[in-house]
């Protein structure tokens, strides 16, 4: 029998963190496994060992992400050919893990601390940010992986310090952004962290991880000869539109730089208001045209209201911040305000909406403090109740909108695969198949659209312009 | 942990409604999904769209996998099935697959049909929609006739073309 109240609360908040990722589970199980971005990387794993696999990413042209495929890979191996099960299934693991990683991260201890906690959750799991890391399969989504990193990052930070707690850092950081670039916000955490008081992480670790990351961009950069993205690897939004890459070149081949400018500036933005979406405004563009969408509404007012909230409370506890007085709720706060601007440097070549889903993380996070300190009573920054309900409201609808957008995601996935044969007319390169993989291949078409399970659409009538189905 | 932390119990701002404005709506989110995946498990869609049971259905609209899906399971796509109303328009109507998805204005469907071979039949009908509903597939009919400026409605377009 659990006496301390402290831990009868924490408890709790595990076993609502379970049951969110649960139920989130349940709509991720029902994705079969995509067609693009997934079935040639089952194509680039099959047959060969692990070690190569890791070893060809590293010489990977303008991308250096010598882990990203070495997860798929395990998962591939460890499937048996059971594809969707294993690869849904490690998804729906990896958002379990990360739920419970961020209640540990909250330390919900206090009544109020769990009061909160539901809103909390709805702003991580319900924020645009979030949800190209759970509707994409990839087949394994790095950016939830990342997510996941970071969520581990500031538990370590807020360990008791040992060797292993700056082992376990240095090897994390190492993982993390051997995976994909938006690793590298690790050693941010981090510092950040420690700047503001956590001590799970030696001041020698920090130096080691400093090192780390040096040592990524001098072997990525002097070693390897790797050159950053190009104008014209993609399309990018750019004010309400969106420019292929020949278009690109030509407005901004001469000097890129404010192209660049723009898509870390609409970055910050992006999590800040929920406007721009992708580099495109897509919501003012509604505004002058005179249509802007309900969904589109609740997206940028409860955006906008939560940052004014943080805003507020930064402003009210700068005095103490100056004078190094730092207590829970300031510590996110100030990460969150860390790892910001830093992530939307990486997001410089161009802007996609879950690219910031780790400052989106901390952004939840650091909103969570700011209500629970509210609702103890002791936070200088007032909340009328009206504004607490609307932007709980809005925050509770943008978490059932990732659910709708889940399933719609189910039926366009499959969607896909019906029409694979006009998928291969429309790639750049002919794709010629060995009877190994064809037979992968029809292992995921069957998959996905004869022996589908039946996913039916929600109909909510009007109810449905106030999910956002864009992400 | 601070004071400020460790504080347990709710101050009267919270308790004059603060706590409840803040909970309630994200509980009432999560209990509305948790019940409508629990509805949906024990077979309740009075939240559903109405899902197809013919392939004649599932091309009316546009679902290209479920039309496949409903072929492997033995349907022939060469038959005139019964489309419920509410696929179409109000309406119900005896169709082909290939007519539904050209009634439905699903061109990349009516293609998916026609190379899977699932229109061995007398396509005169589906011509006729087609110069009606969706004169971009004509030539995939191999039909070259002459096609309305635009699309007709639905109900006016499977009038004009019961004599086939």
Not at chain 1, 4 to 30: K, N, S
Not at chain 1, 351 to 379: C, N, Q, T
Not at chain 1, 390 to 400: E, I, K, N
Not at chain 2, 13 to 38: E, N
Request: charged residues 15%; proline residues 5%; glycine residues 8%.
């Amino acid at each position: 029998m659990i006496t301390d109240p402290g831990r009868r609360y924490q408890r709790v908040a595990y076993g609502y963190a379970a049951a969110v990722a649960c139920l989130m589970a349940t709509f991720l199980l029902a994705i079969p496994v995509q067609l693009s971005d997934s079935f040639t990387e089952f194509i680039s794993v099959h047959g060969h060992p692990l070690s190569q696999v890791i070893a060809a990413e590293f010489y990977n042209g303008t991308y250096f992400r010598p882990f990203r495929r070495a997860l798929i890979k395990i998962v591939y191996d460890v499937s048996g050919g059971h594809y969707y099960g294993a690869f849904r299934g490690f998804q729906a693991l990896q958002v379990l893990v990360l739920l419970l990683l961020i209640v540990r991260m909250l330390r919900v201890r206090s009544r109020a601390a769990l009061v909160a906690l539901p809103l909390g959750l709805a702003i991580v799991v319900g924020i645009h940010t979030f949800a190209g890391a759970v509707v994409e399969g990839l087949p394994v989504n790095h950016f939830l992986t990342i997510l996941i990193c970071c969520a581990a990052a500031m538990n370590i930070a807020d360990a008791k310090r040992t060797r292993l707690t700056d082992a376990a850092a240095v090897a994390l950081l190492v993982y993390a952004m051997l995976t994909i670039e938006s690793g590298l916000l690790l050693w941010v955490i981090f510092v950040a962290a420690y700047a503001v008081g956590y001590r799970g992480v030696s001041r020698t670790a920090l130096i080691v991880l400093t090192l780390c990351v040096a040592a990524y961009f001098v072997g990525r950069f002097v070693l390897i000869g790797g050159a950053p993205p190009g104008l014209n690897e993609r399309s990018a939004g750019f004010g309400f539109s969106v420019l292929s890459p020949d278009e690109l070149v030509r407005r901004f081949g001469g000097n890129p730089i404010p192209f660049y400018a723009y898509n870390v500036l609409s970055a910050i933005s992006c999590v800040l208001f929920a406007e721009p979406r992708g580099g495109v405004w897509t919501f003012v563009g509604g505004l002058l045209r005179g249509r802007p969408e309900p969904w589109q509404f609740v997206n940028v007012l409860t955006s906008t209201a939560t940052t004014l909230l943080i805003a507020r409370y930064a402003a009210t506890r700068l005095t103490n911040w100056r004078a190094r007085q730092f207590d829970e709720a300031d510590r996110f706060v100030i990460i969150f305000l860390a790892v910001l601007p830093l992530n939307a440097l990486l997001a410089g070549g161009y802007e996609k909406d879950v690219i910031m889903s780790p400052a989106g993380l901390f952004y939840g996070a650091a909103a969570y403090f700011v209500f629970r300190e509210r609702l103890s009573g002791v936070s200088a920054v007032s909340i009328a109740p009206a504004v607490a309900l609307l932007l709980a409201v809005g925050w509770s609808v943008r978490f059932v909108g990732i659910h709708e957008s889940l399933r719609a995601r189910a039926l366009s996935v499959r969607e896909e695969w019906a029409y694979y044969d006009d998928w291969v007319r429309e790639q750049p390169r002919p794709m010629p198949l060995t009877p190994e993989e064809q037979a992968i291949k029809q292992h995921l078409y069957d998959d996905a659209v004869l022996r589908a399970p039946r996913t039916p659409q929600p109909s909510l009538g009007v109810a449905e312009r106030l999910f956002d189905f864009t992400q | 942990m601070s004071p400020r932390e460790t504080e347990g119990t709710l101050t009267s701002f919270a308790r004059s409604g603060l706590a409840g404005r803040i909970l309630v709506p994200p509980l009432v989110a999560f209990l509305l999904v948790s019940l409508y995946v629990v509805g949906e498990a024990v077979g309740y869609r009075g939240l559903a769209r109405p899902e197809a049971e013919t392939v004649a259905e599932a091309a009316a609209l546009g679902q290209a996998a479920r039309t496949l899906q409903l072929i492997e399971e033995g349907q022939n796509p060469s038959q005139l099935q019964h489309v419920r109303p509410n696929f179409l328009d109000a309406g119900e109507y005896e169709l082909r697959p290939l007519e539904a998805a050209i009634l439905g204005r699903h061109a990349e469907l009516v293609r998916l049909l026609l190379r899977i071979g699932a229109a061995s039949f007398d396509r005169s009908r589906g011509s006729c929609f087609a110069r009606l509903r969706l004169p971009e597939v004509l030539s995939d009919l191999g039909d070259g006739g002459s096609e309305s400026p635009e699309p007709l409605e639905i109900a006016a377009a499977f009038r004009m073309c019961e004599g086939y």
